[in-house]
């Protein structure tokens, strides 16, 4: 919507998609997905190679309902990835895989994680996609879940920054490679922004940024008023908190890909 696209994208996997739909766009995300393999099957949930797969199933059909354009649209889309919190999340800390998959330390998981991203990334741009808003990783830390005695878990917020670092630095010199020649990529700082709003909380006009508004032990009934959270539940952002770091990325998009 802040794109002045539409205000939603249908899932890629709808049965019918109208015409004025597929060349507007559509969505190919899966909650609790991931771009480590291990994500989507412990969460058994589509796989990145499912997602590439509909992403030529999508081409396919705009071809036939907009031929002529069917290229430029693909080339002049802004493809929005946001791939790493569930892997950290949950494949890293929650779960012995990488260690099993000889990936011993935070760091070597940081760099396999980024090398995935770039490879996912370049299976859509061998389709023709040339424009990437990438998103970094949200403060794990801060996040209700994560939390030790109500204060941001500093190992946790430590591994989001080394990640989005590694990431930061791939959006940058990317494009300069010729697997990628002609593309633009911007980085989507989410850590940043949405850390400003859990330290200054109030200015936002939320009342609270410790505790979801629903589904922990503090909030078993959900909260009757979600917009005074930054945190949904344990892990989500609320719809308020979404919406207040969007006006700012949504710039940041806007120039980095003109």
Not at 171 to 186: D, H, L, T, Y
Not at 202 to 221: D, H, K, L, Q, S
Request: charged residues 20%; proline residues 5%.
């Amino acid at each position: 919507e802040g794109l002045g696209i539409k205000k939603t994208l249908p899932a890629a996997r709808k049965l019918f998609i109208p015409p004025s739909d597929l060349k507007t766009g559509v969505c190919f995300a899966s909650g609790g997905a991931g771009v480590d393999p291990v994500t989507s099957r412990l969460l058994r949930v589509l796989k990145p190679s499912d997602q590439i797969s509909d992403y030529k199933k999508y081409i396919r059909k705009l071809k036939i309902v907009a031929p002529a354009r069917a290229n430029s649209i693909i080339a002049n889309a802004v493809y929005l990835i946001s791939q790493g919190n569930n892997d950290i999340g949950i494949s890293f800390f929650m779960t012995r895989s990488a260690f099993m998959r000889g990936i011993v330390t935070s760091n070597m998981y940081t760099t396999k994680l980024t090398g995935w991203n770039k490879k996912f990334m370049k299976q859509i741009y061998d389709q023709g996609a040339r424009k990437f808003a990438v998103m970094g990783v949200i403060p794990l830390g801060c996040l209700p879940m994560t939390r030790v005695l109500g204060r941001c878990n500093f190992f946790a917020n430590l591994l989001a920054e080394n990640y989005n670092g590694k990431l930061r630095n791939g959006v940058k010199n990317w494009p300069r490679e010729a697997g990628f020649r002609g593309s633009k990529f911007v980085y989507v700082d989410m850590y940043g922004t949405l850390m400003d709003v859990v330290k200054n909380y109030r200015r936002y006009g939320f009342r609270n940024a410790n505790n979801g508004c629903c589904c922990m032990p503090t909030a078993i009934i959900p909260c009757v008023n979600p917009h005074s959270h930054v945190f949904y539940d344990f892990v989500h952002p609320s719809e308020k908190a979404y919406k207040t770091i969007s006006k700012k990325l949504v710039q940041d998009i806007k120039r980095g890909l003109a």
